[in-house]
């Protein structure tokens, strides 16, 4: 299922949770349901709002793209997914989802397909969120993992192992878009197709 292409995030909406407070219903879920997806969003460079305009202005931006991302895995998997802030000291969102059993068309499409969402919506939403602090909207990469539940490990320490595994991949993915970047304004810039317009 893809992201609708008119999610717009409702700026009334209120802040996420932190994943600290919601815990017990993620580990709950956990023991209920033994195969967790973890999506997150490393929002890292919001940071840089902060900044230049303070911590209200990076506090509303960060809560508007909770609600963008959260919009997004509501619409993909409905009430199964549990969307939070991530840890403290961290500029992230997580998004939590539980399947029971082992199936491998929930790693292989559906975590995917929630990526390739919330990546959709980021590039056709992505320069609101920072508006008016930023003219251009930041790379923000998305990554996910998945796991099955060990009965002999504690579940909150395999939690914290997937959301770990899924900001990996989220932050590889974050320097691989800005290096591609960096390497096609440099393809064009060597080429000599820039021109100066006066």
Same mark, same amino acid.
């Given at each position: 299922?893809?992201? /609708?292409?008119?999610? %717009?995030?409702?700026? *009334?909406?209120?802040?996420?949770?932190?994943?600290?407070?919601? &815990?017990?219903?993620?580990?709950?879920?956990? !023991?209920?349901?033994? &195969?967790?997806?973890?999506?997150?969003?490393?929002? #890292?460079?919001? #940071?840089?709002?902060?900044?230049?305009? #303070?911590? $209200?202005?990076?506090?509303?931006?960060?809560?508007?793209?909770?609600?963008?991302? /959260?919009?997004?895995?509501?619409?993909?998997?409905?009430?199964?997914?549990?969307?939070?802030?991530?840890?403290?000291?961290?500029?992230? =969102?997580?998004?939590?989802?539980?399947?029971? +059993? *082992?199936?491998?068309?929930?790693?292989?499409?559906?975590?995917?397909?929630?990526? %390739?969402?919330?990546?959709?919506?980021?590039?056709?939403?992505?320069?609101?969120?920072?508006?008016?602090?930023?003219?251009? @909207?930041?790379?923000?990469?998305?990554?996910?993992? $998945?796991?099955? *539940?060990?009965?002999?490990?504690?579940?909150?320490?395999? =939690?914290? @192992?997937? =959301?770990?595994?899924?900001?990996?991949? $989220?932050?590889?993915?974050?320097?691989?878009?800005?290096? !591609?970047?960096?390497?096609?304004?440099?393809?064009?810039?060597?080429? +000599?197709?820039?021109?100066?317009?006066?």
């Amino acid at each position: 299922m893809e992201a /609708s292409d008119d999610l %717009r995030p409702d700026l *009334r909406s209120a802040p996420l949770p932190a994943l600290g407070p919601v &815990l017990a219903q993620v580990v709950a879920a956990f !023991e209920a349901k033994p &195969l967790l997806g973890a999506v997150l969003v490393d929002a #890292g460079p919001i #940071g840089r709002i902060e900044d230049s305009h #303070g911590h $209200a202005a990076r506090s509303s931006v960060l809560q508007q793209l909770g609600a963008l991302v /959260s919009g997004v895995a509501k619409q993909m998997f409905g009430d199964d997914a549990i969307v939070v802030t991530g840890e403290t000291g961290r500029l992230e =969102i997580v998004v939590l989802t539980f399947r029971e +059993g *082992r199936d491998g068309r929930f790693y292989r499409d559906d975590l995917p397909n929630l990526v %390739r969402g919330i990546d959709h919506a980021l590039e056709k939403r992505g320069h609101r969120l920072v508006y008016p602090y930023a003219k251009k @909207a930041p790379v923000l990469g998305v990554g996910f993992a $998945a796991l099955v *539940r060990n009965p002999f490990l504690g579940a909150d320490t395999q =939690i914290r @192992a997937a =959301i770990e595994d899924a900001r990996e991949d $989220a932050q590889l993915k974050r320097k691989t878009i800005v290096r !591609e970047q960096r390497h096609a304004f440099l393809s064009v810039l060597l080429a +000599g197709r820039v021109s100066s317009v006066y």
